[in-house]
């Protein structure tokens, strides 16, 4: 089994910046892809960001230039860095891996973690 576990949501006023961490542990061979998506009350689920296994990186239009992500390999972790966040940016933030375990391969998220933007 494969888990991935978030950390580093909260609340935080306009402008001010997060960094939000998920962890993959269990009985991984190797990860692929990782990637941010959020979920906002009412809205459906869209992907924030994604960072390939060689570093390469992919952001919605609504983040670029205001959020960074980064993954350590050797730590099984990826990480987004949030600077600048608005309001429009509160939402639960799932992470999300591409993992090839000692038995299969599979997409696995991670429970979310809370980030809401407001004075």
């Known amino acids: 089994q494969v888990q991935l576990v978030e950390s580093g949501g909260g609340l935080v006023q306009p402008g001010g910046s997060l960094r939000l961490s998920c962890a993959a542990s269990?009985?991984?061979?190797?990860?692929?892809?990782m990637g941010w998506s959020r979920q906002a009350p009412g809205k459906q689920r869209e992907l924030v960001a994604a960072i390939t296994s060689g570093g390469t990186t992919t952001y919605a239009d609504s983040v670029k230039g205001r959020f960074t992500i980064s993954r350590d390999n050797a730590k099984n972790t990826v990480y987004l860095q949030m600077n600048n966040l608005k309001p429009e940016d509160t939402a639960v933030y799932y992470c999300n891996a591409d993992v090839r375990s000692t038995r299969t391969r599979g997409d696995y998220w991670g429970q979310g973690t809370q980030v809401t933007v407001s004075s």
């Open positions: 269990g009985s991984i061979f190797s990860i692929y892809s």
